[in-house]
């Protein structure tokens, strides 16, 4: 019996291995990817009570969490624009693999890779709730909970020798919860720089794979390797806090350009100017201002009846392009009565200068900066300055550099020694953005006064609001570090026509610096004293020269 076993055990082997062999080559050949059929939906009050159980997970989050807010119009459009979205990211998808195909096609006997079908299918992704974050920065951050049960119907094909091998990708099911950022918003259309993209948790991803014919998602252990590696591949890109940024605008054209460093100007003197006066002498002085900076111009001394005036005064410019902006230096005869006479001016284009350098220049004075101007043949005498172009440290923390996405910048890195941190000169920026529910008894045109180390600013008077945006900047350069230092900010109403009593106080605050100097910056909002429930909202940034 044992020996009868034996020998049909080896017929039914000899059999078997030739007619599977012939089956397999049959299927291998003739097998065709198979058509994604439309999924079959019922409605609620047609399941029973353990298949709404099963269902119970899958409710909406704007269901179960109130912090997220309910978009169906969102996905209504969505729905309705699916049809084109379809075809475009199709489109899209077949130029990008196109050269990667061509990479392959003559390698490891691959003579044609290409896309047999390539649709995403009827069902578009669902957005099941939306979470908006409200920060202190310029930005915009949105938390969508997005799931995709699609049915696409891609279909790969591959001839591999004289065989054609066919992929099929279906019953793609993807689960995420991106963090979406906008930033930083900026005045020109679409009012957004950049998206920010990164995933909060690492993504649900589940999908079926068919060559030729047959699931090989199926074979024991592939599915949970191909899950865990996905999803590691995914987290190791973009799980938070790596990101995905795309630009939309050139940040350096739409948005505010920063400072990067101090212009140190020092008038030396000047050399045979021009004679104005009935006497044959001149009252010179010099009046200094750089391209694209909002402050008034700068002015030296008033040197009475010498036309070989000796100065040797300093002034300070913040620079924020050193590429393009220019020095502007006149000349000026100071007179009691009527406008000051011109003696002549020159221009210093900062790209002349090399950073941390000082550097002389004997200028030519001319009529104007006109090259067809006849009379700058004319001697009108010379003016000797020095210019020294100091970037701002590299480690001095920039507005606008990425922090932990709420206006936090994470503690413990790459710092500098505090003796380093709290020493030397440097710019304190002061930004008042806005401020809410500040309330005067009698009007309600509020601007911000502010008042640091005896020097007093203000912004613009918004008329008839409780929540005015202001988004101005005023810079202070300072030799040494406020680390004792406060910086009042009173937010003031002002009648616009003429009054007993015109001007009335709507809150006040005091800051201390000396987090701003540890910290590099601080965006918050403050309570105002003496204010009912108004809140100024203030950015101040310390950067080291």
Request: glycine share 6%.
């Amino acid at each position: 019996m044992g020996f009868l076993s034996t020998f049909l055990g080896i017929i039914g082997f000899g059999i078997g291995v030739p007619l599977g062999l012939l089956i397999g080559f049959f299927f291998f050949i003739y097998s065709e990817a198979k058509d994604v059929k439309e999924p079959v939906t019922r409605p609620l009050y047609e399941l029973d009570s353990s298949a709404l159980q099963d269902l119970l997970p899958e409710i909406p989050l704007w269901v179960k969490n109130p912090d997220y807010d309910r978009v169906d119009w969102f996905n209504k459009f969505i729905s309705d624009m699916w049809p084109y979205l379809d075809k475009a990211i199709c489109s899209t998808i077949r130029s990008m693999a196109q050269p990667i195909f061509e990479e392959y096609i003559g390698k490891f006997q691959i003579k044609a890779i290409e896309f047999k079908n390539l649709s995403l299918g009827t069902l578009p992704p669902a957005i099941f709730g939306l979470k908006v974050y409200e920060t202190n920065e310029k930005e915009l951050v949105m938390e969508p909970a997005i799931r995709w049960a699609g049915n696409p119907n891609i279909v790969l094909g591959l001839k591999l020798l004289s065989l054609q091998i066919t992929v099929q990708l279906v019953d793609l099911q993807i689960f995420a919860a991106p963090r979406i950022t906008l930033k930083p918003l900026v005045p020109t259309f679409p009012c957004f720089a950049n998206i920010v993209v990164s995933l909060l948790e690492k993504p649900h991803v589940d999908f079926g794979m068919k060559i030729l014919g047959g699931d090989i998602m199926s074979i024991p252990g592939l599915y949970r390797f191909v899950q865990e590696t996905i999803k590691k591949q995914v987290a190791s890109l973009y799980l938070w806090p790596q990101t995905l940024e795309i630009p939309i605008l050139d940040e350096a054209t739409v948005g505010e350009r920063k400072p990067v460093g101090i212009l140190h100007v020092k008038v030396v003197r000047a050399h045979k100017l021009l004679k104005m006066d009935l006497f044959g002498t001149s009252d010179p002085y010099v009046k200094l201002s750089l391209t694209g900076e909002k402050l008034p111009a700068k002015k030296t001394t008033i040197k009475m009846n010498n036309l070989n005036p000796e100065w040797n005064e300093k002034f300070k410019f913040i620079v924020t392009d050193p590429n393009t902006q220019v020095l502007h230096l006149e000349v000026y005869d100071w007179d009691k009565v009527g406008g000051h006479d011109k003696l002549g001016m020159q221009l210093v284009p900062l790209k002349l200068l090399t950073p941390n350098e000082a550097k002389e220049f004997k200028l030519e004075l001319l009529k104007s900066s006109s090259i067809s101007e006849s009379q700058n043949h004319k001697k009108r005498g010379q003016l000797e300055v020095e210019l020294n172009f100091v970037p701002f440290k590299e480690e001095s923390f920039k507005i606008g550099e990425p922090v932990d996405g709420f206006g936090r910048k994470e503690s413990g890195k790459n710092r500098a020694s505090d003796n380093e941190k709290v020493s030397g000169a440097g710019l304190l920026s002061v930004i008042i953005q806005g401020a809410e529910d500040v309330e005067g008894e009698r009007h309600n045109n509020p601007y911000a006064f502010v008042l640091f180390r005896g020097e007093h600013k203000k912004t613009k008077m918004i008329k008839r609001t409780r929540d005015p945006t202001w988004n101005e900047e005023f810079q202070f350069m300072l030799e040494e570090p406020p680390l004792d230092d406060k910086i009042y900010i009173e937010v003031m109403s002002k009648r616009t026509r003429i009054s007993f009593r015109s001007k009335e106080s709507l809150g006040f605050v005091e800051i201390n610096l000396t987090d701003v100097v540890n910290n590099g910056r601080i965006n918050q909002k403050y309570n105002l004293i003496n204010s009912k429930n108004g809140v100024i909202h203030v950015e101040i940034q310390w950067t080291k020269i």
